[in-house]
């Protein structure tokens, strides 16, 4: 593995080129030192992880988060400690690219391609929440699509370390935008908030935008049908709804619907209490 600036050792392995960067640290290129293998390490490098028993923390999380096995998460292999502190998480390199980039370079997506990455992340959600474990950072950049267009949720361990206290300065732009209106960034996440980040990623998938105009939830408009499936409408519309007692309670609760749409058929009470409107909805009460 070259570079043109001289090799860095974090632990085990020779630090290469940045890869990407997101809300709490960079991926670089990496090799191991003794293996030769490559592969994509994320040096925590956006927040401060030098105190000695949250670094421990830490570790442990992603270790734990390691042990976690699906077809449809990408896999987390180690957490490795360099010399001066700082930590990363060791993954696979993936021969993939992120949802995100087809999006921002304004490719269309496929219907049938769509709702294979709906159904594959959510399969991905379902699982963990099984394990009592929510994702809690759904977004495109965080999804990954191979050449057979396979999706596989990657960054398990983000929000998790956040409700540490391993708290970068603020959430991307990004993340603001597919966050459920009541989540506090660096709270602990739960499985209604992925519904409602399951929610924005298919309408985005299906649409091509984001659904929200605005990034704060008490400015957001009405979501537009524009390009929807009417049948879907109500769907997304109860997944992103900001009033948590009328969303769907679970990942399989919104796959029913989302599945049901394709032969024409939702729960009743989903079409009954989620038809367009020209009245906003509200959040929940405090």
Known sequence: MSDSTPPFLFGTYTLGPAMGDGDMG????????????????????????????????????????????????????????????????????????????????GKTIPRASAVKVVTQIASALHFLHEQEVAHGSVKPTNVLLDAQGNAALSDLPMTHLRELGLIPKAPSLMQQFYMAPEVVYHASPEPQHDVFSLGVLAYHLFTGRIPFDDPEPLARKKISPEGLPPILVPVFLRAMTPRTRLRYPSIAAFMQDFQGAGNGRIDPETERLFRLSDEPESPDEP
């Open 26 to 105: 960079t991926v670089h290129k990496a090799q191991n030192v003794q293996t030769q293998e490559v592969v994509a390490l994320k040096v925590l490098d956006k927040v401060d992880t030098s105190r000695e028993g949250l670094r421990g923390a830490a570790v442990e999380l992603i270790e734990f988060a390691a042990s976690l096995s699906h077809p449809q998460l990408h896999p987390i292999s180690q957490a490795v400690e360099s010399e001066d502190g700082r930590l990363g998480i060791v993954m696979p390199m993936a021969a993939a690219r992120s949802v995100n980039r087809y999006l921002v370079e």
